[in-house]
């Protein structure tokens, strides 16, 4: 008899932005007329940089001769990519990172998912609330928690962002192994300076522990002394993981590509205490399961290095944080308490009312998708989250929508 992994039954029915896309159908359904703008998932609507748009077009041009034509690549990614995201990234930050460092691959999303996987079933997991989702799902479906139960799986230690505390948690007050962080965070917007990413970082090295740093929205960061990445902090590269994307940087969300950075100096354990390398470890699971990112694709990708790509990346970061600016300033304008939206394209906007009655207000009465802060975890309750990945005239026709709704 074929068994299933009963930790998926833990879950919830589904996917949060699942749940929403089919509540979204159903309200088409029911009124085919109205016009839905959406701001719920951050899926970018701009076009691909031309300086991408062009190296796509000559390298799919490579494949249709027998000389310049590739098979497989390397699983981590070729060298054009790695060495590029080395040089910009990193070594321009002061951070020491090396091309065999880097593994691309075809999104952050998995990456994050995956990670988990080269960890021991028993390790004690530290993840904020509110999160992105996928950090909790994946080690639920790894079979690290117990049940839920008033939104709490049992065996996690939640990491809890709040007003008080500008969604920057504390540090878990006993040991845990492995922690998940994510700056500019996803949903709420918050950013993290380097002082408190350093007590984070030496809170790892303390207890020989790992973060997963998500920095998938690195390029929303205006403030010059805010962290770009982790690996800018005094002894992260022993300690730290980091997953970054071309999804939100470049409008890569259809066309896939991201990288995560593991440090060869990282170290996780054996049972018996013995050190183990994790970058060893990751490589192993990487080139067992990914055969890596179609060769057009890496080069679309790398012509963001290029100064025409690197321009026409900058002017798509401040079209979409002009809408950031626009929502933020409509949300506060009309009484509500925001954060985020300055460093980050997400706006966490506290509803004072139930988040997912909130959705269904924006969505029954402006024809405005947000994303209920609910979906996110327990701390985002009674807030939602508006994406400015949208056009600006679709941001400034749904604000207008929203503020006549809200003030009537
Ligand atoms: C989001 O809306 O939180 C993101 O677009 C989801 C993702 O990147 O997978």
Known sequence: MIRINENYLKLQASYLFSEIARRVAAFQEEFPDREIIKLGIGDVTRALPQACIKAFHSAVDEMAKDETFRGYGPEQGYAFLREKITTHDYLSRGADITPEEIFISDGAKCDTGNFQEI????????????????????NVMAGRTGLSENGRYAGIQYLEGTRANGFIPELPDKPVDLIYLCYPNNPTGATITKQQLQAWVNFAREHKALIL??????????????????FEIDGAQEVAIEFRSFSKTAGFTGTRCAFTVVPKACLAYTSKGESQSVHDLWLRRHTTKFNGVSYPVQKAAEAIYSPAGASEVKALVQYYMHNASLIRNEMSALGYDCIGGENSPYIWVDGRMDSWEFFDRLLRQAGVVCTPGAGFGKCGEG??????????????????????????
């Open 119 to 138: 960890f021991a079933p028993d390790i004690t997991v530290a993840i904020p609330d509110p999160v992105y989702p996928v950090y909790l799902d994946t």
């Open 213 to 230: 740093y998500d920095a998938a929205y690195e390029v929303f960061i205006r403030e010059e002394n805010l962290p770009k990445t982790i």
């Open 383 to 408: 807030y939602i989250r508006i994406s400015a990945f949208n056009s600006y005239e679709n941001v400034q026709n749904a604000m207008q929508r929203i503020s006549q709704s809200l003030s009537a």
